[in-house]
């Protein structure tokens, strides 16, 4: 099953865009603040190392993991039914924020006030953990006996409560295993991952700053949220330029990279995954799995029956191919390596699976 992002904000900043430009999408950007459509698309998540192993291997295809984004409702005050269903189906979450100046485009609220926007969208994710956590605790407290692991639901449920009513995210609840498994089925909201872009304009990207952000960051280091400062605007123009032009542009700019690579690997590793890659004359292919995933069951990401015959893994660190840039050189001096079904995998492992059905 395809893991989920969804960008979240109030209507106006900027989500929309930034779905487009993860999933190479079209969807109109209006200035409709009433919308309760939900888009889904795929987005490829950049990786310069297919890159180089194309380079020496020549495959006839390049394939790079993928996500699966969701531009979720804009949050309309009173109106978050649609907003609220489409968060509980992701599985990790972009929060967009605004800071760009603009008199054609209006903020819904009037002023610009980018620690403001966090907080209203995040009472809606706190609220409705509270009334789901109260919601429950009220249907258990009135069946005839509680024991086993309705107990264990229920002390649970409680330190949850007693987290939101401090205004902390259920993430800092620290559940033990046993208490996140009891209150699983529950799909919280507060629990998932999250980073934050802030949508700035041309003058606040070069200067580095917009107003409000030492609150913004202090906010996020707190929770350990990772923050983006992107001008969308700039980055919707560099899409439409030619590869060999986006180079020039962002030289001319004074970018390394586009900003919307970063936000796809920054969600990406938000989320606990990474990839491994396999390389030959067929593809070059990145394989998304979770952390601490092992061998055997890398290979079936590939297919089952690898999986089902796995006999060895010959592991190749991506490191070592970049500075040798052959495999035969890779073998003479030792650093391929023949692993086992136990061996975690790590991101960037170049992997060529050994089995037998």
Known sequence: MALTCGIIGLPLVGKTTLFNLLTEGEEETAAYTGSTKTSVRTALIPDRRL??????????????????????????????????????????????????????????DGALNPLRDLDTINAE??????????????????????????????????????????EK???EAGLSDEEQQAVHSLGFLTTKPMIVVVNVDEDQLRSG?????????????????????????????????EQEERGIFLDEMGIDEPGIERVARTIYK?????????????????WTIREGTRARAAAGKVHTDIERGFIRAEVVKYDDMEKLRDMVKIKEKGLARLEGKDYIVQDGDIIEFRFNI
């Open 270 to 286: 938000r989320l606990g995954l990474i990839s491994f890659l396999t390389a030959g004359a067929d593809e070059v292919r990145a």
């Open 169 to 171: 995210p259920l993430s």
């Open 51 to 108: 890159n180089f192993l194309a380079d020496i291997y020549h495959p006839r295809k390049i394939v790079p993991a993928v996500l699966e984004i969701t531009d979720v409702p804009g949050l309309n005050r009173g109106a978050g039914a649609a907003f609220l269903a489409a968060v509980r189906e992701a599985d990790a979450l972009i929060h967009v924020v605004r800071a760009f100046k603009s008199e054609s485009v209006p903020h819904i």
């Open 209 to 241: 700053g917009y107003e409000g952000d030492k609150g913004v960051a202090a906010y996020a280091q707190g929770k350990d949220i990772p923050v983006l400062p992107i001008c969308l605007q700039l980055e919707a123009e560099i899409a439409r330029l």
């Open 125 to 166: 994710l706190f609220m409705a953990d509270l009334q789901m956590v109260e919601t429950r605790l009220e249907r258990i407290a009135e069946g005839k006996k509680i024991k086993g692991e309705t107990l264990l639901e229920q002390a649970a449920l409680q330190r949850c409560q007693a987290v939101l009513n401090e």
